[in-house]
């Protein structure tokens, strides 16, 4: 296995967007019921009761087909310093962007599914150069921002096992192997469940680790239940109607991700739709570069084996340790939390459980699961003030 890191670059070619673009105008339309409009109002926007409807899809479908500018993302992306470097027998494809301070923290940045590494394009520039984005000098980062392994440019994974665990190690190595001695680690989504692994994969030179959700669920012992405040048995109602509802992509690629692969790979309007359950909220052109990633480097069944190999994970780990949590012991690397109005809502009498050094836990108002693209200066803030305590 060689160490070296090397130069990359996005350059898609051509045959591969014309060939896009003549599946696109071959897509061949699911049916669906007609809106019910005496139906009551409920959680789901009306005409998503079934899930992504047809005419959001043919809208999206249709801007990718006469709109949507992959090159200009693909300049967009190239303007920052690509790598990669194979570790424990994988590909891993990461942005490096040093600031202009010499003195900023080093942080790794782990985004989620179904999004990429442009999850991070609206926060790289307050983060790296907060000098010439009305900010503290101090506050400054030296981002990476890696490809999950199984995800985007870092290509599909090679063989079994990889979990946020198996990722965490593959991260501290990273750092090391770009020579970071002292850093933080933060992330969204999956990023929130890799992130904290990687401060007790390498608690030695993490500083801190900074996400937008702690997922601990209850862990079985009615005690603990009896503790929960009015407001947390409230989030905890949602995220079991949130489960049971709308967490098909949750079961399906916890299970049998394989089964779904086969259309995602080979049509762009399944793709899209797939992925649109999450990302719908979002500006259609991040959504459409998120999935046109997946697309063009064939990763929507890799990616989806995340959820299987870290469900298999935490199954073994329950039977050792009799709870429903996927680490045995809590994590102890300084712990903070930007939860937003439009997410997962983080439970503290859970999250305290597992992780013993929260040092910051803060709630907003506004913001989605993709706060890095909808609310990127409460996180920005956010993860300023977190890191600035642990200087």
Do not use: C
């Not at 503790?227 to 995220?239: H, I, M, N, S, V």
């Not at 086969?262 to 570069?289: E, K, M």
Request: charged letters at 25%; glycine letters at 8%.
């Amino acid at each position: 296995m060689s160490n070296d890191i090397v130069p990359f670059r996005i350059d898609v070619p051509q045959d591969d967007l014309d060939d896009l673009q003549q599946r696109l105008a071959r897509t061949r339309w699911a049916e669906e019921l007609p809106p019910d409009d005496s139906a009551p109002a409920g959680p789901v926007p009306p005409g998503w009761e079934y899930g992504v409807p047809v005419g959001y899809v043919k809208q999206l479908v249709e801007h990718w087909r006469t709109d949507y500018d992959w090159r200009a993302w693909e300049a967009r992306l190239n303007a920052y310093p690509q790598f990669t470097t194979e570790i424990d027998g994988q590909t891993i494809h990461f942005l490096h962007v040093r600031s202009p301070e010499p003195d900023a923290t080093p942080l790794i940045l782990t985004h989620g599914w179904p999004a990429t590494v442009a999850e991070w394009l609206e926060v790289i520039g307050p983060l790296t150069d907060p000098r010439a984005h009305g900010g503290d000098p101090e506050d400054a980062f030296h981002l990476v921002i890696p490809s999950l392994p199984g995800f985007g440019f870092s290509g599909p994974t090679k063989e079994r096992g990889w979990d946020r665990f198996r990722v965490a190690r593959a991260w501290a190595e990273l750092m090391r192997r770009l020579g970071y001695d002292r850093y933080g680690a933060a992330g969204n989504d999956v990023g929130s469940l890799v992130s904290p692994e990687v401060g007790r994969t390498d608690p030695e030179h993490v500083v801190g680790v900074h996400v937008t959700q702690v997922f601990s669920f209850p862990s079985g012992d009615p005690a603990e239940m009896e503790q929960l405040t009015e407001d947390e048995r409230g989030k905890l109602d949602f995220a079991k109607w949130f489960t049971e509802n709308r967490g098909a992509y949750d079961k399906l690629q916890s299970t049998e991700p394989q089964t779904l692969a086969h259309a995602l790979a080979d049509s762009p309007a399944g793709l899209l739709g797939w992925h649109a359950q999450l990302l719908g909220p979002l500006d259609p052109d991040v959504v459409l570069t998120h999935v046109m990633i997946y697309w063009l480097t064939n990763t929507a069944a890799s990616a989806a084996r995340l959820y299987y190999e870290d469900a298999a994970t935490a199954s073994a780990t329950q039977k050792t340790n009799g709870r429903g949590t996927s680490v045995p012991e809590p994590t102890t690397v300084p712990l903070g939390l930007a939860n937003f109005a439009w997410d997962y809502q983080s439970i503290r009498t859970f999250a305290q459980r597992d992780h013993k050094n929260i040092v910051s836990w803060n709630v907003y108002d506004r913001g989605s699961h993709f706060a890095a693209q909808d609310a990127p200066d409460l996180l920005v803030n956010d993860m300023r003030r977190f890191f600035g305590k642990l200087r």
